[in-house]
């Protein structure tokens, strides 16, 4: 408990971040201490329509996320000629035409329109 207490703290969270080279979750920390570009992050954190990651489980759920990542590991693998490119637009169509679990979504039953939805996906 006392390790997240500094480390939310702003005085972790400025002794720590510049360090990573990422920006405090918190909105009071002295940017003066960030560099230039972590400085323009920061701006654009608060600014800035945030777009969720792939790869961090926020945007698709982890059976959709492995099926795009198959899809993109295949087609590195590929000639990547128009072949390649058609059976990668196949394999990234896959995990769109999978049911989508009620608990998500009980508005549509296929990915395609539940993605249509302005609704954020759940991982």
């Given amino acids: ?5 500094v480390a939310a703290s702003k005085e972790g969270q400025e002794a720590f971040n510049p ?8 909105t009071d920390c002295d940017p003066k ?5 972590s400085q323009g992050a920061a701006k654009d ?11 961090h489980g926020v945007v698709a759920a982890p ?3 492995t099926s795009i990542g198959t899809a993109i590991g295949l087609f590195q693998a590929s000639a990547m000629d128009a072949g390649a490119q058609a059976t990668f637009q196949t394999h990234l169509l896959l995990p769109a035409n999978q049911t989508v679990p009620a608990s998500r979504n009980t508005k549509s039953t296929n990915f395609m329109k539940w993605a249509a939805h302005s609704e954020p996906p759940i991982s």
């Fill in 63 to 65: 059976a959709w996320a």
């Fill in 1 to 5: 408990m006392d390790w997240l207490t």
């Fill in 19 to 26: 360090l990573k080279g990422s920006i405090c979750a918190r």
């Fill in 45 to 55: 954190w608060l600014s800035s329509t945030v777009v969720g990651s792939l790869m």
């Fill in 33 to 37: 201490l960030f560099s230039e570009y």
